[in-house]
């Protein structure tokens, strides 16, 4: 997933090696949680928003509350 993430734009914090920079957050015992340069979700939705409007498979409507979500 984060591969995914990284191939679709999103820019996470590596240390000075170049690996991926992890982080210990709420009560994790291990370093487990990947960082996100800046605001993360922010970072996020640009790529999903920037695939999405490339994507001829895809029909986006704005403005409009998901009831249900089907996929076929």
Known sequence: MIRMKMEWGVLFVHNEDGQLHLAREGGHSHHQIVLVTNMARCEI?????TIV???PNISMFENHIVINFLTL
């Open 45 to 49: 939705e640009k790529a999903l928003l």
């Open 53 to 55: 409007r490339i994507d």
